[in-house]
Nanobody, 121 residues
Framework: QAQLVESGGGLVQAGGSLRLSCTAS????????MGWFRQAPGKEREFVAG????????RYAESVQGRFTISRDNAKNTVYLQMNSLKSEDTAVYFC??????????????WGRGTQVTVSS
């Protein structure tokens, strides 16, 4: 019933920007921490960024810190990932996730289907 749907992925040149969106439907994710993970071909899924329900608890992977910004609009049931200064290493399928708690954690129970981000050089 609860559904997370990502959007905003696509093809972008190195140094460019994209903004990913994740909208919850079928259920209100009140009180849920949310975050973004990504998986590149041949690689394991890795944590990218997370945000608490209130928005005051934010954490980034070292590889994206200073370039990516996570935010959320609870009135719209949406979390965003603003990606700037994109590198070819950022190419991956990006997944939205949610978990009831202060942080999204390593194994959140709710996942979107993913959106492809491809960075060309």
């Amino acid at each position: 019933q609860a559904q997370l749907v990502e959007s905003g992925g696509g093809l972008v040149q190195a140094g460019g920007s994209l903004r990913l969106s994740c909208t919850a439907s079928g259920n209100t994710f009140s009180g849920y921490a949310m975050g973004w993970f990504r998986q590149a071909p041949g690689k394991e899924r890795e944590f990218v960024a997370g945000i608490s329900w209130s928005g005051d608890g934010i954490r980034y992977a070292e590889s994206v810190q200073g370039r990516f910004t996570i935010s959320r609009d609870n009135a719209k049931n949406t979390v965003y990932l603003q990606m700037n200064s994109l590198k070819s290493e950022d190419t991956a399928v990006y997944f939205c996730a949610a978990s009831l708690g202060a942080a999204v954690g390593r194994y959140p129970p709710y996942w979107g289907r993913g959106t492809q981000v491809t960075v060309s050089s």
